[in-house]
């Protein structure tokens, strides 16, 4: 089912099928031909049984949060920020995109938000202070990558429901690797800087003007302290700490910032409707093939054949990584975790992997996997914004995606990156 899946399901996609209808069309393609009408019916049902979950709900209330905060202004207040601390750098605003993509990641939790909302103000800015246009793209797209990394992330979100870990652990387990993944690209910047002369965004701010932008500032950035606070601080569930967010992000857009208007109210809930279906839509789908998968016994199959390679777990993560990395390239991450997760998560708890650290190899790769062609959505959505070729920005995007590797390679070798923050907090052993 697995090796006929992806060739069928590209072929769906190259003659214009949405992601979701190829993700249905072709195991049940499959399953009409083997004769199997019974679970034809079971993959189709199993839909609305796969997005039916309380868990899941979290997702919605997230991007509710991330649309709030964007429409209400939030988003110029976290650029002036990262710009008043670090504009004054070589290669200021490129260094002020990927900051200011770390602090989004805090609020939003998804890389195509990051993309929608800073794109579209940075990349005109990088491009009117003197970068070329597809540079200024391309360090949009790879900086996006660390919004579904850093808490709170929806792909996070999935895994634990797919694999019933806990929500808190994953959230704590991606603060490091996240910041790495930001550090590693500001790195990058700093080498292109010293190279090719990049200019400085603006001259150094002074510590009152700091100050100010970080006033203006405190309000948004308190988002993530009061989701993971009252998280860790076992004041609600992750599910209720997105409606939290939510409803936190609708008080400082509209009362304290006084951003946003009543009537701004009806297009941020159709946006956050309209992007929050495509998700679980794709939720649905994935968790309907998974069901038909299970069935066909292909878990067992492939466990076999992985443990088969090999019984070292270093060479098998490097070989798991390259197989999640090659995925990631054609499926959506949210997807691919819920397909392959149940899959692999057993194979590598068995060999001794700590459950939390797979999560964040399997959850960072797949992240990364929307920044790569040929079918990154993240490319897209930056193709949509900045009115860059997709096939230009991926050429550009190479270098910073080489640093992104690195770090995943990292993350898998040194499992205290990810589990540190968990252990420290008792949500990991």
């Known amino acids: 089912m697995l090796f006929f899946f992806l060739p069928l399901f590209l072929i769906f996609l190259m003659i214009g099928l949405p992601v979701f209808f ?21 993959l189709y049902r199993n839909v609305y049984t796969g997005m039916d979950s309380f868990p899941l709900m979290a997702i919605p209330f997230f991007m509710l949060a991330g649309e709030l905060m964007n429409r209400g202004g939030i988003t110029m207040r976290i650029v002036e920020f990262s710009q008043a601390m ?84 994953l959230f704590l387990a991606g ?62 569930t992750p599910t209720e700490a997105s409606a939290v967010a939510a409803v936190y992000a609708l008080i400082v857009a509209m009362f304290i910032l006084k951003t946003m208007a009543w009537a701004d109210l009806p297009r941020v809930l159709t946006k956050a409707a309209m992007t929050t279906s495509v998700v679980l839509l794709l939720v649905g789908a994935a968790m309907a093939f998974k069901t038909v998968v299970s069935l066909s016994h292909t878990p067992e199959i ?28 054609f499926l959506d991450a949210g997807p ?36 790569t062609p040929p079918m990154g959505l993240v490319l897209f959505v930056t193709s949509s914004v900045s009115g860059e070729r ?16 690195i770090v995943i390679f990292l993350i898998t070798f040194i499992p205290q990156i990810s589990l540190f923050m968990p252990q420290l907090f008792g949500f990991a052993r």
Do not use: C
Request: net charge neutral; charged share 10%; aromatic share 8%.
């Open 390 to 405: 997709v096939e230009t920005i991926a050429k550009a995007i190479l270098p910073f995606l080489l640093v992104e590797v």
């Open 175 to 236: 603060i490091v690797p996240g910041i790495l993944v930001g550090v590693g690209l500001m790195s990058v910047v700093a080498l292109l800087a010293r190279r090719h002369g990049f200019p400085v965004a603006a001259r150094k701010a002074s510590w009152p003007e700091r100050g100010q932008a970080s006033l203006k500032a405190f309000f948004p950035l308190l988002t993530p302290v009061i989701i993971l606070g009252g998280i860790l601080g076992g004041v609600f």
């Open 22 to 42: 190829g993700m249905l069309a072709a195991p049940g393609f499959l399953l009409w031909l083997n004769g199997q009408e019974r679970d034809l019916a079971l």
């Open 336 to 371: 691919a975790i819920i397909i392959l997760g149940p899959i692999l998560g057993p194979i590598f708890t068995d060999l001794g992997v700590h459950p939390v650290h797979f999560a964040i190899i399997m959850s960072v790769n797949l992240t990364v996997g929307l920044a």
């Open 302 to 329: 492939l466990a076999n054949f992985i443990l088969g390679l090999s019984d070292n777990p270093y060479i098998l993560l490097f070989l798991i990584n390259v197989l999640l990395f090659i995925v990631g390239m």
């Open 86 to 169: 670090i504009g004054h750098l070589k290669g200021g605003l490129a260094h002020v995109n990927i900051l200011s993509s770390m602090l989004f990641a805090g609020l939003s939790g998804s890389a195509v938000a990051d993309v929608s909302a800073l794109g579209s103000m940075l990349i005109p800015a990088m491009e009117k202070n003197g970068y070329s246009r597809k540079f200024a793209a391309a360090v949009t797209a790879a900086s996006s990558v660390i919004g579904p990394i850093i808490p709170p992330s929806g792909i996070m979100i999935i895994y634990a429901y797919v694999m019933g870990e806990s929500v808190a652990a």
